[in-house]
Nanobody
Framework: QVQLMESGGGSVQAGGSLKLSCAAS????????MGWFRQAPGKEREGLAA???????LYAASVKDRFTISHDNAENNLYLEMNSLKPEDTAMYYC??????????????????????WGQGTQVTVSS
């Protein structure tokens, strides 16, 4: 069975950093597109970043230059490094996976509807 499990969330002061992890089992992430999303109470789930099997990455404008998505295929883990955190980054953060996917510069982030596997989320709270 496919399982994704996020970890690394917590509370941090504005301007601080956190690194989220997503451990995958049942799939080899090297053959998938992987993504990070977040959702705050009363808000839509927002796509943040994606990485394909070739390592090509895409970011939402709201996190570009602050967040970095990466994977460790040997460990079958996905990561999201978050720097210069702002209170508006406060949300539940989710990792997700989808099968056939290729990314290219300028393409839109895959939407939440394109992902078929999801983790349970990890909470990130940024205080001012």
């Amino acid at each position: 069975q496919v399982q994704l499990m996020e970890s690394g969330g917590g509370s941090v002061q504005a301007g601080g950093s956190l690194k989220l992890s997503c451990a995958a089992s049942g799939i080899a992430i090297s053959t998938y597109c992987m993504g990070w999303f977040r959702q705050a109470p009363g808000k839509e789930r927002e796509g943040l970043a994606a990485i394909d099997s070739d390592g090509t990455t895409l970011y939402a404008a709201s996190v570009k230059d602050r967040f970095t998505i990466s994977h460790d295929n040997a460990e079958n883990n996905l990561y999201l490094e978050m720097n210069s955190l702002k209170p508006e980054d406060t949300a539940m953060y989710y990792c997700a996976a989808t099968g056939i996917c290729r990314l290219w510069a300028g393409s839109p982030l895959p939407s939440r509807y394109e992902y078929n596997y999801w983790g349970q989320g990890t909470q990130v709270t940024v205080s001012s």
